[in-house]
């Protein structure tokens, strides 16, 4: 199973970004998926998830209301789409994939390259 995050890039505060996600090489409804991200000497922090059939999302307090995140099986990609940035969202993002129903850290057992967002003041 390989996991190819993109999209990262520069934003202004207040600007949007979509990132995306494709996962490959297993049948892609088989997997939840969720979205991380890691901020220069903080910890990893989960963000949102999504069930295998889209049904079902969760989001972490620090980015309710800002991100959605979708998936497209057809596309075998899911996406976050990211509003309102603000200077704190910089950090490296990652997505996720667990053949679990829930996903968590250490259940995701296939991981991506990481895609850096940087968001100015």
């Known amino acids: 199973v390989q996991l190819q995050a993109s999209g990262g890039g520069s934003a202004s505060a207040g600007e949007s970004l979509t990132l995306s996600c494709v996962v490959s090489?297993?049948?892609?409804?088989?997997?939840?998926v969720g979205w991380f991200r890691q901020a220069p000497g903080k910890e990893r922090e989960m963000l949102a998830a999504i069930s295998r059939s889209g049904g079902g999302t969760w989001y972490a307090d620090a980015v309710k209301g800002r991100f959605t995140i979708s998936r497209d099986n057809a596309a075998i990609t899911v996406y976050l789409q990211m509003n309102s940035l603000k200077p704190e969202d910089t950090a490296v993002y990652y997505c996720?994939?667990?053949?679990?129903?829930?996903?968590?850290?250490?259940?995701?057992?296939?991981w991506g390259q990481g895609t850096l967002v940087t968001v100015s003041s």
């Open positions: 996720a994939a667990t053949y679990s129903n829930t996903v968590t850290p250490t259940l995701c057992e296939f």
């Open positions: 090489g297993r049948t892609f409804r088989d997997f939840s």
